[in-house]
């Protein structure tokens, strides 16, 4: 009976255990954690560490004083006040185009012909005042004898007198609008206008082609002439750099063209209203055409500042080229160095190059950064 009791005895136990853990439902909190993050230092790439540092000479950064500037891109653009279209005073159909866009042409150069019913018009209501005129300066003389021999009153001499002067008034009137729609002669009708040009210059626009028709002081016009021996040069610049650009001021322009070039302009206007998109203002930049600037060029403006800064400077070879970006080693520490990226400014005498930010005066850099690039790659 004490085996037996002994064995029930065991077995109630394992079994109460088992109930306990399936009907508390808890688990270990611990065994359930997701693994713990591990975090890997990622290498710092412009950290360079080398053999014998001693063997590269450092630099000292000096001071320089130099005048900010703000270099922006801009287009060659025509002086809009010197650009003329030329118009049509007659309704016709094209039949010569003496002018091609681009084309150099002088004052009363002829540019085209229309081939227009207006000149026909004109020059019945010509020949119509004509006959009249006639008329009336014949009534004029019979009625200044009739004057004289007494048959009629002052007042009707003074009206054939009038009659006569609006007759020739109406002669003169019908006679330029010939000329004005361009018939070379008084004589008979061509039927065909000559449009000549209005001032001498290029031709800039052309809405017009062979057998189009013209309409009379229609838009746009069949040409655009512009003077070029004055141009515009339009620039955006951002709203934070409007501070360096005033009117009046002269700023320098170079031709992606002719880089070798340069060229003075003047600011003429700043625009009053910013691009809402670019954050940007239009900047008018006025002046002399050398000959070599075209409408649509591309062309580089530096705006010069008035109050000169501190900048640094180092030797031209310790700026590094690399990536589009300029750099320089900075010593850290026993023999590491830091590259770090400069914005490089103009060549100075000396061999020295002006750097406009990234380091102070008085930093250390290596005197030859090419050499100590390529002595930490073969390492």
Not at 126 to 143: C, F, P, S
Request: hydrophobic share 40%; net charge neutral; aromatic share 4%.
């Amino acid at each position: 009976m004490n085996r037996r009791n002994f064995a029930i005895l065991a077995l109630s136990s394992v079994l109460g255990v088992f109930g306990m853990s399936c009907g508390s439902g808890k688990s270990d909190p611990k065994a359930e954690a997701p693994p713990p993050l591990k975090v890997e230092r990622v290498e710092d790439r412009n950290l360079v560490q080398v053999d014998h540092p001693e063997r590269f000479q450092l630099a000292q950064a000096v001071e320089h004083l130099a005048k900010p500037e703000l270099r922006v891109t801009g287009t060659v653009a025509p002086d809009i006040s010197r650009a003329v279209p030329v118009i049509s005073l007659a309704v016709g159909r094209v039949v010569e185009i003496d002018a091609r866009l681009g084309d150099t042409v002088k004052k009363g150069q002829v540019l085209l012909k229309v081939h227009s019913s207006d000149i026909s018009g004109a020059f019945s209501d010509y020949q119509k005042a004509t006959a009249d005129e006639q008329l009336a300066r014949t009534q004029l003389e019979r009625a200044e004898i009739l004057y004289e021999k007494g048959a009629i009153s002052q007042n009707d001499l003074q009206i054939a007198q009038n009659a006569e002067h609006k007759a020739k008034v109406d002669v003169e009137n019908t006679a330029e609008k010939l000329r004005v729609l361009g018939n070379p002669t008084l004589d008979r009708p061509t039927g065909v206008v000559e449009i000549r040009a209005p001032i001498s210059g290029v031709i800039t626009d052309q809405q017009v082609t062979n057998a189009a028709g013209v309409q009379a002081l229609s838009s746009p016009s069949p040409f655009t002439i512009s003077d070029l021996s004055y141009i515009w040069i339009l620039c955006d610049v951002y709203e934070n750099n409007l501070a360096n650009v005033r009117l009046g001021e002269k700023v320098d322009i170079r031709l992606n063209a002719y880089p070798d070039k340069g060229f003075t302009g003047t600011i003429s206007n700043i625009g009053p209203v910013l691009d809402p998109n670019l954050r940007t203002s239009k900047v008018r930049i006025e002046m002399r055409n050398p000959g070599l600037m075209r409408p649509g060029m591309f062309v580089t403006a530096t705006f010069h500042g008035r109050q000169a800064e501190k900048r640094a400077a180092v030797p031209a070879t310790a700026i590094l080229h690399l990536h589009d970006r300029d750099w320089v080693y900075v010593p850290v520490k026993d023999n590491q160095f830091r590259r770090t990226e400069v914005v490089g400014g103009d060549m100075l005498p000396g061999s020295m190059q002006e750097v406009v930010s990234g380091i102070a005066p008085g930093r250390q850099v290596v005197a030859n950064a090419l050499a100590f690039q390529n002595s930490a790659e073969q390492q």
